[in-house]
């Protein structure tokens, strides 16, 4: 009987049905990773589900074990061969991946299918190591309603599929509560959801080197870098100018920081009204924050160096959020080091003899006056037909600065902002470049301010004796509209931009800051669900003394009693059906089939199951279709004669 049983089993599962429905779970889970994948590898998975359909289609046999070794083999030395190790998220993601495509090619068993759906139900939680959006969240519940109904559908081949679907939801809004009461009161880790080394955190954004092109690249992409909202009447969108990395040194293509002095504080004047504003900045890993400049206060554990760059010891790698007090209006280390102002006169030698000379004439025609020299530059990045684009010619020669300023007078940010500051050093005025974020969009849904990695900017600072550090905006010289209105409105031929970057259509920008606004809800309330947010929580909903064995004890505490409520309230109902002497008789007769191996699936009603049994058992047909009757007449007809029920529990005592 039992090996009858597990035969059984097996033609159930080389069912085409749930052969379809385990290969539609690994397409499911492993579609979202098709953009950071190998391309072949993503070719490999589709081939090799493709190739279990049409076996399946076609009934043929499996293909043989040595050749499954072989193209396992083969999938590893890819891997490793691609990311030079088996080790770490990418690699490990990749390796899984093709595991469960393979896996597909020897599935015989039940055992191997249940192997799969636990596959599939972990791959889903790797999807989150690269996304934690809504999209992601929702289209990850509509994976796991599947993976649901195709285990349900591995346990009663015969369930139609909208009874498995209402089964597999009702199940997953069972396990609500449940996963609420985790969410809560589970003990948060600092640190984004996978911990493994480096190649774990995001790496976009901006960088602290500065070549041609590095700034137009990050124009292309409108993915968020930090939002922010100002407690009252926020700046104005020219003032709004986002300081990160500061860079001293420059080799003839690319600006970098350099070395800059330690145990320094920097000194400030305020000469106008501070703003005080709240910035959710994105994961970036690295250890600098963005900030109006020039800030004074912020909230969190950070230090502002001799530059004026606000820094934390450790890497930006999860959503951090943070209060800054700062000043639109001062007056910055106006008795600045020697030193200091020394680095921010050195060029490298015999590079770009035009730009010098040029430079050269400013000083002689302005005596020596710095501001006069800083005019004249700026005049002649207004007058000169200097153009802004995103797609500038390249400059392939060592002396960079002159075929930009004399030759192809076409860039982008950092081409201004390069040019300028050398300018101004040839000149002998200390200058240096600094990079951050300008501008931002206002989204009146939420109240705040969204700034993207396509408003990524470079501007210069200069130093004037008695007004300390200046900032010089080149390119608000040569293109106004960039600083006033934004990329979009700045460059000629706005294609390359994302879409909703250059779209004029209100609906559509509408649109879009609904979407941040509920994005950036998810944020604040969900994945920003961070240790100091659970403490503030737990210690409004009136809890004390909180420590993290104490959370973890009151979550296995809740968790109990939560399973305890359902597992009273499922016996209740079994209580409540049973009690019924017309079901216990029924069960009873569908127990004694099943000894003859005729067993009732879940969904089956009397009289479907009736005519089952007595296709599959003729010679007790007669007797099933009695005390079917009977049963029914009793159940649903709301017969309740004792003599009835008496005859009901002969019938089944004589079959």
Not at 434 to 461: C, F, K, M, P
Not at 514 to 528: F, I, M, R, T, Y
Request: hydrophobic share 45%.
């Amino acid at each position: 009987m039992n090996q009858q049983l597990r035969d059984s089993a097996s033609a159930a599962l080389l069912q085409p049905p749930i052969l379809y429905g385990l290969l539609l779970c690994i397409l499911m889970v492993s579609a979202p990773h098709a953009d950071h994948l190998p391309l072949w590898v993503s070719a490999l998975c589709l081939t090799l589900l493709g190739w279990r359909a049409y076996l399946t289609r076609q009934n043929l046999a499996l293909p043989k074990r040595w050749l499954l070794l072989l193209v396992t083999f083969g999938s590893v030395l890819g891997i490793l061969l691609s990311f030079h190790t088996i080790f770490g998220r990418e690699a490990g993601v990749t390796l899984l991946i093709l595991l469960a495509a393979l896996k597909q090619l020897e599935l015989r068993t039940r055992r191997d299918a249940t192997v799969v759906i636990y596959l599939a139900c972990f791959i889903v939680i790797t999807n989150f190591f690269y996304s934690q959006s809504i999209p992601t969240a929702l289209f990850m519940l509509a994976t796991l309603l599947v993976i649901v109904s195709t285990w349900l559908h591995l346990q009663s081949a015969t369930l139609p599929l909208r009874p498995r679907l209402r089964i597999a939801a009702l199940l997953l809004a069972q396990a609500i509560p449940l996963m609420l009461v985790m969410f809560v009161l589970f003990p948060r880790v600092e640190g984004p959801l996978w911990g493994m080394p480096q190649d774990a955190y995001s790496r976009s954004g901006l960088d602290d080197r500065m070549a041609p092109g590095s700034l137009g690249k990050l124009a292309l992409s409108d993915a968020v870098a930090f939002r922010v909202a100002f407690n009252g009447t926020p700046p104005r969108r020219d003032q709004m100018y986002w300081r990160g990395p500061v860079l001293w040194e420059y080799d003839g293509q690319t600006w970098t920081p350099g070395k800059t002095l330690r145990n320094r504080l920097p000194q400030f004047d305020q000469l106008g009204t501070p703003v005080d504003y709240t910035v959710t900045l994105e994961p970036h890993n690295k250890t600098w924050l963005f900030a109006l400049e020039m800030p004074t206060q912020i909230s969190i554990p950070a230090h502002l160096s001799y530059d004026f760059r606000l820094l934390r010891n450790k890497p930006v790698n999860a959503r951090l959020r943070y209060d800054v007090h700062s000043m639109l209006d001062y007056r910055a280390n106006a008795q600045e080091d020697a030193l200091q102002l020394r680095r921010a006169l050195q060029l490298p030698r015999g590079l770009d003899p035009r730009a010098r000379q040029l430079a050269a004439e400013w000083r002689t025609q302005s005596n020596g006056d710095a501001a006069a020299i800083v005019r004249s530059a700026l005049n002649y990045f207004s007058q000169q037909g200097f153009q802004y684009t995103l797609d500038p010619p390249p400059l392939p020669g060592s002396n960079n600065i002159d075929d930009f300023l004399f030759d192809t007078r076409q860039g982008f940010c950092e081409h201004y902002a390069s040019a300028f500051v050398f300018l101004m050093r040839a000149a002998g005025i200390p200058a240096r470049v600094v990079t951050g974020y300008q501008g931002g969009d206002y989204n009146d849904l939420g109240g705040y301010y969204i700034v993207r990695q396509s408003d990524a900017h470079a501007w210069a600072e200069v130093w004037q004796e008695g007004h300390g550090w200046r900032r010089i905006d080149p390119t608000a010289a040569a293109s106004p509209a960039r600083i006033e209105n934004g990329l979009a409105a700045a460059v000629p031929n706005n294609a390359a931009l994302p879409f909703f970057e250059r779209t004029s259509s209100p609906w559509l920008r509408q649109l879009r800051f609904n979407l941040d606004a509920l994005a950036n809800q998810w944020n604040q309330w969900v994945l920003g669900y961070n240790t100091e947010r659970q403490f503030a929580f737990l210690t409004r909903m009136g809890m004390e003394d909180i420590t993290w064995r104490k959370m973890a004890l009151d979550m296995l505490a809740v968790v109990a009693v939560l399973v305890g409520l359902f597992t009273l309230l499922m016996l209740r109902r079994l209580r409540t059906r049973i009690s019924d002497p017309a079901l216990a008789l029924y069960l009873r007769f569908c127990r004694k089939l099943a000894k003859a191996g005729v067993k009732r699936a879940a969904h089956e009603g009397p009289q479907d199951f009736a005519i089952r049994a007595a296709s599959l058992k003729p010679e007790l047909a007669p007797a099933i279709a009695d005390i079917t009757a009977r049963y029914v007449a009793l159940r649903y007809g709301r017969q309740v004669d004792a003599r009835a029920l008496a005859a009901l529990r002969h019938a089944v005592r004589n079959l």
